[in-house]
């Protein structure tokens, strides 16, 4: 396996496409690791006002977000940083 191309990832018997990827789920607490220790009110707040990636209701009161969505969220507020001129010193 030295010189071959790499393995492609198998989930239960079937490769792990682009699509299934994209389709990963983040968790409350996998935001809270990622940084973003706000309140759920805070939360809510963003999804209503677009400020952040609406949730996906898992079952009950089980929620969670499209990691696709979270990292493209990341990235916005990257560019948003480099438009914005916050003070002068």
Not at 43 to 66: C, D, H, M, S, Y
């Amino acid at each position: 396996m030295s010189s071959q191309e790499p393995v492609p990832l198998v989930m239960k018997g079937k490769k792990m496409t682009d699509e299934k990827l994209t389709k990963t789920l983040a968790t409350r607490e996998d935001l809270q690791r990622m940084g973003i220790n706000v309140s759920r009110t805070t939360l809510l707040r963003w999804e209503l006002n677009g400020r952040f990636p609406r949730r996906i209701r898992i079952g009950g009161t089980t929620v969670a977000w499209l990691m696709s969505e979270i990292d493209q969220w990341f990235v916005e507020r990257s560019e948003e940083r480099s438009r914005m001129h916050y003070a002068e010193y």
